[in-house]
């Protein structure tokens, strides 16, 4: 591999670190305790009345599902022109500026500040579609597992120093100046993802300008959406493998965008700034045993296989959701998000490995084929976030949604098993 080639796929993994702080701190840490902590359990939202927590669930099925119609388009497009890192940057921008705008939650304007949660939202998962297209450009079939593994070991490396950093500047602050420090947080997010991306930006190979006003633009974006899934019809594996994956990430994303809200309502953590602490601390073992999760899971594919790899995750969170669905300590809390880091970073380093290597050879539209694997995501999160949510709100219990997880893990480890572990040829261009 040459040196230039060996910078661009080190940039490349520079965007993991710079946008993971979204995932952990946002998602998953700091923010879910504020929102607990700042918003009334029984929130009305635009004349309706919702559990504060269903409602984070039903809004973020609703960004995904917004996802789901714009991007293949925007995807289509960016092929066309190969125009994947203008993309990429706008989504980068959007999310990042909305994460400083977080800092201004105010729960008397609970639209408007959920509408910045959401827009976060947008700018994060928008970005990561043009980001993991760059993934079959920029390294052969045979690295794929491991730059995929080591994307997210950065991302994991970074998040977790931002936390860090973040956990100082709040405990170490007076009681009544925490929550002013929690909302620095949120902008320090938002400048940590905004400024390590240009990193990224500076090293990923640059397309054509486009012309947004032009209406063939739109056309070409059209055409090479046609052209994928035309192909994708045709093929076996890559079609059972899409129809797996849509499955079982429908309870892996609800899974780790509902984690900690789980934790806080369902766990006895007692009472004050050490429940909060106890909470923030099975986080961040999620994230350090994800870091040689990910690496871990990584060796395995490459001895038995990535689908061997993915059907061994799958099994384990089948285990962890019928464990979650018991656990009411927080010893045991801790036991379960040990496991849950150990095969959180590799199903999705996996996943989007195996979505590469199934790609036809040579093809160069790579954006609108992974928009086929984000569109699989994000559609499978909002049923998933959904049913959850729903689940939630009508009995009262998040326990209770841990029944609809369980069944999409099973569904989707037996069409894992469906999908064979080679494709007959097709010329994909003729």
């Known amino acids: 591999m040459d040196n230039k080639n060996l910078k661009i796929q080190r940039a490349w993994t520079f965007y993991d670190w710079a946008n993971s702080v979204y995932p952990l701190v946002i998602s ?67 999310g990042s500026f909305s994460c400083v705008l977080l800092s201004f939650f105010d729960k008397e304007h609970l639209e408007i500040s959920m ?16 980001y993991n297209a760059f993934l079959p450009e920029i390294a052969e079939k045979k690295h794929h597992d491991s730059l995929s593994a080591r994307g997210f070991s950065m991302g994991y490396i970074g998040s977790v120093t931002l936390l860090i950093i973040c956990l100082i500047l709040i405990f170490s602050s007076p009681e009544d100046q925490r929550s002013f420090y929690t909302r620095l947080c949120f902008a320090l ?36 959406l046609r052209k994928v899934w035309s192909y994708i019809k045709k093929t076996n594996r890559l079609k059972k493998f899409i129809y797996s994956f849509f499955v079982y990430s429908m309870a892996v994303q609800t899974i780790m965008l509902v984690a900690v809200y789980f934790g806080t309502e369902e766990i006895n953590w007692g009472s004050g700034a050490d429940a909060k602490f106890g909470l923030i601390v099975s986080i961040l073992l999620i994230q350090l045993i994800a870091i040689p999760g990910a690496i871990f899971l990584s060796k395995i594919s490459s001895k038995k296989g990535n689908l061997f790899a993915l059907k061994l995750s799958v099994f384990i969170w089948i285990l962890l959701c019928f464990s979650a669905f018991l656990v009411h300590k927080p010893i045991h809390f801790y036991c379960i998000a040990g496991f849950v880091g150990l095969v959180m ?78 494709e007959n040829t097709i010329d994909y261009y003729g």
């Open 115 to 130: 509408l910045f949660f959401v827009m976060t939202g947008i700018g994060f998962w928008g970005s990561l579609v043009f």
């Open 189 to 224: 997010s938002g400048f940590w993802w905004f400024g390590f991306s240009h990193i990224t930006f500076r090293r990923l190979p640059s397309g054509n300008k486009v012309n947004i006003k032009d209406k063939t633009t739109y056309q070409k974006g059209i055409v090479e």
């Open 28 to 94: 998953s840490a700091i923010f879910p305790i504020f929102y607990e902590g700042y918003v009334d359990h029984q929130v009305v939202f635009f004349g309706f009345e919702f559990i504060n927590t269903a409602l984070i669930t039903i809004l973020s099925s609703g960004y995904f599902l917004l996802l789901v119609f714009i991007l293949p388009f925007l995807s289509g497009v960016a092929d066309a022109f190969n125009n994947k890192k203008a993309f990429m940057r706008f989504f980068c921008y959007l």
């Open 345 to 422: 970073g590799g199903i999705q380093s996996l996943s989007r490995s195996t979505f590469s290597k199934f790609l036809p050879k040579d093809t160069k539209d790579t954006s609108s084929f992974f928009s086929f694997y984000d569109i699989s995501e994000k559609l499978g999160i909002v049923i998933g976030m959904f049913s959850y949510g729903f689940i939630h709100q009508i009995t009262g219990s998040m326990r209770n949604s841990i029944v609809a997880l369980v069944v999409f893990f099973i569904a989707g480890l037996i069409l894992l098993f469906q999908v064979p572990k080679e």
